[in-house]
């Protein structure tokens, strides 16, 4: 089996491969990577000529194709809608995690990250070639300075960071739609809806950001949740709709599913759980920025937590892909007497639940301050200070542990 690369990745460094049965995204050390810098001179010389803003070298991640795949695989739509997949099971679980912890770690929280490099050699790996919708170029790779994105610091992107249970099943949906000319409406749907929110995880703009590049990118998230909420034919996709498939979100935490917050729309009351009110927010904020209303920074902020919307967004739209995918799990319970079968299924239930876990777990913060939170945060490590403080104390009184 033999492979081919299709596009370059310098603004992230991968640990370990993703793979699906005809497309990777590898890294620089991957053996198929060295198999070709070793069988084409020119590629070897293409993956050297890479470095950060500042001259520093660096290595780029690629995606790479199967060279025997069927022509369904060989369109640019496919391979931009597998990193599209790639995008949807990274960005919005970091974002979770920023808003979880309150920090902001080396995690890839932007698309951009996945910026796709114009120039790529072309299959007689003789020329590099770039073909964009501004231009369609030759040159010698000999010339070439390849540079990450300048707005971007290159990182780390490490495999155990991506949405595992989203990423099996996105990557089963993107088979079935591209190995088929006739692909079902619902697949269409989804990746339509994949590639807005890649669009939404972009970085808003560079140094010039302003407030209504936030607002655009609000717009594009709420396209976004459209898409996957259109019902196909004549039908259309509305703010009931898009309320309607956050209902059925697959919850780990049943309370969240209560429909218990008021939202106000078209001179009615109703009340939606916490994912329709945080939809319904940010529908009110698009229709603001879009419609040319007046708007101010407090379009942007969540009520009560005052964090930007379209973190909290990036965390809807994944709950929202475990509503339209029925991302849930389904394994029963082993009948078994077997301590060890029983513990290796609960791991496994554990580790498939925790993206949901830590996106249900974000999104009850959109209605808690972060002042709130780190206090919550303080009190709980007083408590766990006290309580180990008592179980040492109990240990030296009685020369043994406590039971």
């Known amino acids: 089996m033999t492979w081919e690369p299709v596009w370059a990745l310098p603004n992230i460094d991968l640990d370990k491969p993703v793979e699906s049965p005809t497309f990777a995204l590898v890294p620089a050390s991957d053996p198929r990577v060295q198999f070709l810098e070793k069988e084409h001179r020119n590629f070897r010389i293409f993956m050297s000529r890479f470095q950060d803003p500042h001259g520093h070298p660096i290595r780029p991640t690629l995606i790479i194709r199967r060279t025997d795949v069927a022509e369904n695989f060989r369109g640019a739509d496919v391979a931009a809608s597998f990193r599209d997949v790639l995008v949807a099971c990274t960005v919005p679980l970091a974002r979770s995690l920023d808003i979880i912890y ?8 932007y698309g951009s990250f996945f910026w796709v490099y114009p120039w790529m050699l072309d299959r007689s790996y003789e020329r590099i070639i770039a073909h964009t919708p501004a231009i369609l170029a030759l040159h010698d790779v000999n010339h070439l300075r390849g540079q990450s994105s300048p707005e971007l610091a290159p990182t780390t992107l490490r495999r155990r960071d991506l949405d595992e249970p989203l990423l099996q099943e996105l990557l089963r949906r993107w088979t079935a739609r591209y190995e088929t000319i006739s692909p079902k409406w619902a697949d269409v749907a989804l990746f339509r809806s994949l590639n807005m929110a890649n669009q939404a995880c972009l970085l808003p703009a560079g140094a010039d950001a302003v407030m209504h590049d936030y607002g655009r990118i609000i717009a594009l998230w709420t ?5 996957l909420a259109h019902p196909g034919g004549d039908g259309q996709a509305n703010l009931r709709k898009v309320f309607e498939l956050l209902r ?4 780990v935490d049943q309370k969240c ?7 106000r729309h078209k001179k009615r009351t109703d009340r939606e759980n ?18 040319g209303n007046p708007v101010a920074i407090e379009n942007l902020l969540t009520p009560n937590s005052r964090r930007a919307l379209d973190h909290h967004a990036a965390t809807l739209y994944r709950l929202a892909l475990s509503s339209f995918l029925r991302l849930a799990w389904s394994e029963p319970l082993p009948a078994s007497d077997d301590a060890d079968i029983v513990a290796e299924y609960v791991a496994r239930k554990m580790q498939f639940q925790e993206p949901q876990v830590g996106c249900e777990e974000a999104l009850r913060l959109c209605r808690v301050s972060v002042a709130q939170q780190r206090r919550a945060r ?13 179980m040492n104390l109990g240990q030296n009184r009685t020369g043994h542990a406590r039971p």
């Open 248 to 251: 059925r979100i697959p919850w």
């Open 378 to 390: 303080r009190k709980a490590i007083e408590r766990r200070r006290r309580m180990a403080f008592s």
């Open 223 to 227: 396209a976004a949740c459209e898409i």
């Open 274 to 291: 916490l994912a329709g009110w945080l939809y319904w927010r940010i529908y009110c904020c698009r229709n603001d920025f879009l419609h």
């Open 257 to 263: 599913g209560h429909r218990r917050y008021l939202i």
């Open 102 to 109: 309150d920090n902001s770690r080396d995690r890839v929280r």
